[in-house]
């Protein structure tokens, strides 16, 4: 069936650190890709989505590229900050829109100063 | 943003109760919500999508005479857990988008459930 699955967290890095989070899926149609965060205490937020093959979804110094050839959604910044330390959600929709959100199980990222 | 409450943010109860989990949209009205169950180091799994006014349409394997969903406006919707069992733990997520699927869905902070 239709799934998303994420690399095991967590992930701790030091500020500034660059920060690569993987997701690839498994579709039988032609998804739509999004990723989401989830601070402490607080609900998930759309971050980026990306619609269609070689998309690129970017937000916040945060992208992801759309690969159709390897079924990958991978989440990269160049330099995070300790603000960013939340769970990170990678999903999939196969209905348009936002309907019928898959998730992967998420990545907790932990920045340290 | 839009911004999603869930009451209570965590409920302990006894086995054979019942809890009720409310889910509002603060400042938009919300004629969809979405409610989701997610176990421990697991993903978000879609239990049910609601409309106002209409009855809500379960997913596969989710009990609807469990989890009773109730929408009655359009910035509220309840989910009561039914003769609660351990098996029912969890963290409960609703979601609120403005009009159907084609908007981004707005998520509420979770309710923790533990069933004694």
């Not at chain 1, 032609?30 to 601070?39: A, H, I, N, R």
């Not at chain 2, 049910?48 to 596969?60: C, F």
Request: charged share 15%; hydrophobic share 35%; proline share 3%.
């Amino acid at each position: 069936g239709d799934s998303v699955t994420q690399m095991e967290g967590p992930v701790t890095l030091s500020e500034e650190a660059f920060l690569t989070i993987n997701c690839t899926y498994t579709a039988t149609g032609y998804p739509s890709l999004f990723w989401y965060v989830q601070y402490p205490g607080e609900g998930l937020q759309l971050l980026l989505k990306a619609t269609k093959a070689d998309d690129k979804g970017s937000n916040k110094g945060f992208e992801a590229t759309y690969r159709k050839e390897t079924t990958s959604f991978h989440l990269e910044k160049g330099s995070v900050q300790v603000s960013d330390s939340a769970v990170y959600f990678c999903a999939l929709s196969l209905e348009g829109g936002y309907n019928k959100l898959i998730f992967g199980a998420g990545t907790r990222l932990a920045v340290h100063p | 943003g839009a911004v999603v409450s869930q009451h209570p943010s965590w409920v302990i109860c006894k086995s054979g109760t019942s809890v009720k989990i409310e889910c509002r949209s603060l400042d938009f009205q919300a004629t969809t919500m979405f409610w989701y169950r997610q176990f421990p180091k697991q993903s978000l799994m879609l239990m049910a999508t609601s409309n106002e006014g209409s009855k809500a349409t379960y997913e596969q394997g989710v009990e609807k005479d469990k989890f009773l969903i109730n929408h009655a406006s359009l910035t509220l919707s309840t989910l009561t857990v039914t003769s609660a069992h351990p098996e029912d733990s969890s963290f409960y997520i609703c979601s609120a988008t403005l009009a159907g699927g084609y908007n981004e869905q707005f998520f509420g902070p979770g309710t923790r459930l533990t069933v004694l």
